[in-house]
């Protein structure tokens, strides 16, 4: 029995991977009903503010 590859031979490969990812829909806009990614991002940030930001620089140090 021949060992199935990741190479694809289709002519055609490109265009039913894409039919593949069209039957799937986009996950992104299926999760976007249920999780608010704006508010997420908001609450990281407040959380762990990333280097170089406002919120960062704002935060006081805290010493040993």
């Not at 002519?11 to 806009?29: I, M, N, V």
């Not at 999760?31 to 503010?49: G, Q, W």
């Amino acid at each position: 029995m021949k060992k199935p590859s990741a190479v694809k031979t289709s002519l055609f490969a490109a265009e039913e991977r894409e039919r593949k990812l069209d039957r799937k829909g986009d996950l992104l806009s299926v999760l976007e009903k249920h999780v608010s990614f704006t508010a997420l991002a908001e609450e990281v940030d407040r959380i762990a503010p990333r280097p170089g930001t406002k919120q960062e620089a704002a935060r006081p140090t805290q010493r040993s």
